[in-house]
Protein backbone atom coordinates (compact mmCIF):
# COMPACT_ATOMS: atom_id res chain seq x y z
CA UNK A 1 0.00 0.00 0.00
CA UNK A 2 0.98 3.40 -0.83
CA UNK A 3 2.29 5.91 1.77
CA UNK A 4 0.21 9.14 1.73
CA UNK A 5 2.78 12.20 1.99
CA UNK A 6 3.12 15.90 1.51
CA UNK A 7 5.39 18.11 -0.56
CA UNK A 8 6.54 21.52 0.80
CA UNK A 9 8.82 23.32 -1.70
CA UNK A 10 9.43 26.56 -2.93
CA UNK A 11 6.48 27.36 -5.11
CA UNK A 12 7.09 30.22 -7.69
CA UNK A 13 11.00 29.41 -8.02
CA UNK A 14 11.05 25.26 -7.77
CA UNK A 15 7.30 24.08 -9.15
CA UNK A 16 8.77 22.67 -11.89
CA UNK A 17 11.62 20.85 -10.62
CA UNK A 18 8.95 19.53 -7.71
CA UNK A 19 7.52 18.19 -10.84
CA UNK A 20 10.05 15.96 -11.94
CA UNK A 21 10.15 14.83 -8.28
CA UNK A 22 6.13 14.08 -8.35
CA UNK A 23 5.97 12.81 -11.68
CA UNK A 24 8.96 10.28 -11.14
CA UNK A 25 6.59 7.34 -11.85
CA UNK A 26 7.07 6.46 -7.89
CA UNK A 27 3.70 4.46 -6.30
CA UNK A 28 3.68 7.05 -3.47
CA UNK A 29 0.11 8.41 -2.81
CA UNK A 30 0.84 11.64 -3.16
CA UNK A 31 -0.61 15.59 -1.52
CA UNK A 32 0.17 19.11 -1.16
CA UNK A 33 0.66 19.43 -4.57
CA UNK A 34 -1.14 22.11 -6.51
CA UNK A 35 -0.83 23.47 -10.42
CA UNK A 36 -0.81 27.01 -10.90
CA UNK A 37 -3.80 28.25 -11.06
CA UNK A 38 -5.46 26.43 -8.25
CA UNK A 39 -2.19 28.27 -6.21
CA UNK A 40 -3.52 31.28 -7.52
CA UNK A 41 -6.72 30.68 -6.35
CA UNK A 42 -5.92 29.63 -2.66
CA UNK A 43 -3.55 32.40 -2.56
CA UNK A 44 -6.02 34.99 -3.39
CA UNK A 45 -8.28 33.95 -0.69
CA UNK A 46 -6.12 35.24 2.04
CA UNK A 47 -3.48 33.85 4.77
CA UNK A 48 -6.27 31.85 6.22
CA UNK A 49 -7.35 30.00 3.10
CA UNK A 50 -3.97 28.93 2.82
CA UNK A 51 -3.33 27.70 6.03
CA UNK A 52 -6.88 25.89 5.53
CA UNK A 53 -5.61 24.36 2.40
CA UNK A 54 -2.41 22.77 4.61
CA UNK A 55 -4.94 21.69 6.67
CA UNK A 56 -6.64 19.62 4.41
CA UNK A 57 -3.64 18.41 2.75
CA UNK A 58 -1.65 16.96 5.36
CA UNK A 59 -4.23 14.76 6.87
CA UNK A 60 -4.00 11.56 6.07
CA UNK A 61 -0.10 11.65 5.48
CA UNK A 62 3.21 10.42 7.50
CA UNK A 63 6.18 11.90 5.91
CA UNK A 64 6.71 15.39 4.72
CA UNK A 65 9.00 15.95 1.57
CA UNK A 66 10.89 19.50 1.67
CA UNK A 67 12.36 20.14 -1.39
CA UNK A 68 14.93 22.58 -1.17
CA UNK A 69 16.01 24.54 -3.58
CA UNK A 70 17.90 27.78 -3.31
CA UNK A 71 15.24 29.89 -1.11
CA UNK A 72 13.10 27.29 0.51
CA UNK A 73 14.19 27.82 3.81
CA UNK A 74 13.40 31.23 4.04
CA UNK A 75 9.89 30.60 2.75
CA UNK A 76 6.92 31.65 4.76
CA UNK A 77 4.71 28.82 3.97
CA UNK A 78 7.14 26.64 4.26
CA UNK A 79 8.33 27.15 7.39
CA UNK A 80 4.74 27.11 8.38
CA UNK A 81 4.23 23.29 6.64
CA UNK A 82 7.64 21.87 8.37
CA UNK A 83 6.10 23.07 11.81
CA UNK A 84 2.30 22.10 11.12
CA UNK A 85 4.06 18.98 9.69
CA UNK A 86 5.49 18.02 13.12
CA UNK A 87 2.89 18.87 15.18
CA UNK A 88 0.51 16.19 13.78
CA UNK A 89 3.74 14.00 13.97
CA UNK A 90 4.69 13.71 10.48
CA UNK A 91 8.19 12.86 9.78
CA UNK A 92 10.14 14.61 7.32
CA UNK A 93 12.68 13.90 4.26
CA UNK A 94 14.66 16.70 3.04
CA UNK A 95 15.51 16.41 -0.44
CA UNK A 96 17.52 18.91 -2.83
CA UNK A 97 16.10 19.68 -5.73
CA UNK A 98 18.38 22.68 -6.91
CA UNK A 99 20.46 20.86 -9.56
CA UNK A 100 17.51 19.84 -11.70
CA UNK A 101 16.28 22.04 -14.56
CA UNK A 102 13.73 24.20 -14.56
CA UNK A 103 11.57 24.50 -17.69
CA UNK A 104 13.84 27.00 -19.20
CA UNK A 105 16.20 24.26 -18.72
CA UNK A 106 18.47 26.17 -15.99
CA UNK A 107 19.90 24.59 -12.84
CA UNK A 108 19.96 26.51 -9.75
CA UNK A 109 22.61 27.09 -6.42
CA UNK A 110 22.32 25.34 -3.28
CA UNK A 111 19.82 26.78 -0.46
CA UNK A 112 20.01 26.23 3.19
CA UNK A 113 18.53 23.29 4.91
CA UNK A 114 15.36 24.14 6.56
CA UNK A 115 15.19 21.24 8.89
CA UNK A 116 18.56 22.58 10.03
CA UNK A 117 16.01 25.10 11.82
CA UNK A 118 13.79 22.69 13.56
CA UNK A 119 14.43 20.39 16.98
CA UNK A 120 12.46 17.35 17.96
CA UNK A 121 13.15 15.16 20.83
CA UNK A 122 14.82 11.44 20.54
CA UNK A 123 15.33 9.69 23.72
CA UNK A 124 14.70 12.28 25.91
CA UNK A 125 17.37 14.54 24.10
CA UNK A 126 16.75 17.55 21.41
CA UNK A 127 18.15 17.50 18.17
CA UNK A 128 18.36 19.43 15.24
CA UNK A 129 15.83 18.04 12.83
CA UNK A 130 18.26 17.93 10.10
CA UNK A 131 20.51 15.27 12.34
CA UNK A 132 17.40 12.97 13.09
CA UNK A 133 15.92 13.24 9.36
CA UNK A 134 17.91 12.40 6.30
CA UNK A 135 18.29 14.82 3.01
CA UNK A 136 19.16 13.58 -0.22
CA UNK A 137 19.84 15.28 -3.41
CA UNK A 138 17.25 14.03 -5.88
CA UNK A 139 20.14 13.35 -8.92
CA UNK A 140 23.20 12.08 -7.58
CA UNK A 141 21.59 10.09 -4.76
CA UNK A 142 19.11 8.54 -7.49
CA UNK A 143 16.24 9.51 -6.17
CA UNK A 144 14.13 7.77 -8.99
CA UNK A 145 15.26 4.67 -7.91
CA UNK A 146 15.04 5.21 -3.91
CA UNK A 147 12.10 7.40 -3.50
CA UNK A 148 9.77 4.98 -1.91
CA UNK A 149 12.80 3.69 -0.07
CA UNK A 150 13.55 7.10 1.48
CA UNK A 151 9.93 7.47 2.70
CA UNK A 152 9.59 4.67 4.09
CA UNK A 153 13.20 5.08 6.19
CA UNK A 154 11.97 8.34 7.19
CA UNK A 155 8.53 6.87 8.73
CA UNK A 156 9.92 4.47 10.63
CA UNK A 157 12.30 7.04 12.91
CA UNK A 158 10.64 7.77 16.29
CA UNK A 159 10.83 10.99 17.85
CA UNK A 160 8.46 13.67 19.95
Known amino acids: MARKVFFSFHYERDAWRAGQVRNSNVTQEIKGYLDAAEWEEVKKKGDKSIKDWIAG?????SVTVVLIGKETSNRKWVKY???ESLEKGNKLLGIYIHRLKNQKG???TRGDNPLDNYYVEVDGKTKKASNVFKTYFWDLDNGYENFSDWIEEAAGISYK
Open 57 to 61: QLKGT
Open 106 to 108: EKD
Open 81 to 83: EIE
